[in-house]
């Protein structure tokens, strides 16, 4: 995800520093006009805005934490925008301890996966002050197409915590949906015809439902990373008593979908779990 928003970044003429533990985007964004760093820290003295995409909680908390992170860098004043995907609480905490810093910070988690990061057609949910907000607007609306502040610090993560309910929890209403067809005798390419034009209709059912008809799970957005997510949503909801009963059970799918060895399909994989033997890869 990061690589293409950098990408956006440049095309929208910002002057950009990077650096990630993996080298090939970094080789790649410098080629394309970005300048390189060596670490977060010096990414962070190089710049008015940082900008972070990392995996889970703990990747975030290291890099804007950790020796050589964001907070040795940064300088006062300076805004630091989080847009990975991260459990609220820790959002929270990082954005108070940075603001004793001078230092404000933002969660904006997105959805819209690698193709809407590719054409920068992303939906951003931002969590912090007003003031922050609107200095990372034009960085927003070169990434994004639907970019909405949500509330103050952690309420980003809360809304990107309800973005992957829904998701996941229509991914497999679909699977379970197409799998009754199929092993019904029914025409499982009718029914999501039929379905399409009626209330049911989603993009969702569109486009993973396509995948899962053509049994083709090459990643848009990794079942493991949707189940980290899942742990996530699950933990957000004990935290503040509320009760999301039909997704325990797609998070468990999730989990035994990675366990099974299908961590890196699309979450579009559920299907494999659901579908008829014989004609499920």
């Known amino acids: ?9 440049l095309a929208a003429g910002f002057d950009l520093t990077v650096h990630s533990r993996s080298p090939d985007p970094v080789d790649e964004l410098v080629e ?3 300048s ?9 003295r190089a710049s008015d805005v940082t900008i972070t995409m990392l995996p889970d909680t703990p990747d975030v908390e290291l890099v804007l934490e950790g020796a050589e992170g964001v ?7 300076s805004l630091v925008i989080d847009m990975s995907t991260i459990d609220p609480q820790p959002a929270r905490r ?4 940075f603001a004793e810093r001078g230092i404000a910070v933002l969660d904006a988690p997105v959805s819209g996966g690698e193709r809407g990061a590719i054409d920068a057609t992303l939906s951003i949910m931002v969590g912090g002050e007003d003031h922050a907000f609107e200095r990372a607007r034009p960085i927003f609306e070169a990434l994004g197409r639907t970019i909405v502040h949500v509330g103050p610090s952690g309420a980003g993560q809360v809304c990107k915590a309800c973005n992957q309910l829904v998701v ?5 209403a679909v699977a379970e949906a197409l799998a009754l067809a199929e092993r019904s005798g029914v025409d499982a390419e009718r029914v999501r015809e039929a379905l399409l034009g009626g209330f049911a209709g989603s993009k969702i059912l569109e ?9 083709t799970f090459e990643p848009g957005f990794r079942a493991r990373l949707h189940a980290k997510d899942a742990r996530i949503v699950l933990e957000a909801a004990r935290d503040v008593g509320a009760v999301v009963p039909s997704f325990e059970v797609v998070a468990a799918q999730l989990d035994r979908l ?3 060895g299908g961590g890196e399909l699309d979450h579009a994989g559920l299907f494999t779990l659901l579908a008829p033997p014989a004609a499920a890869t």
């Open 32 to 34: 394309a006009g970005a």
């Open 1 to 9: 995800m990061g690589r293409p928003m950098a990408r956006n970044l």
């Open 207 to 215: 486009v993973h439902g396509r995948r899962m008809l053509d049994r």
């Open 71 to 77: 907070a040795a860098g940064a300088a006062e004043r």
């Open 94 to 97: 990082l954005a108070a301890a």
């Open 168 to 172: 996941a929890a229509t991914i497999e």
């Open 36 to 44: 390189r760093a060596s670490s977060a820290a010096e990414v962070a």
């Open 258 to 260: 990675v366990r099974d």
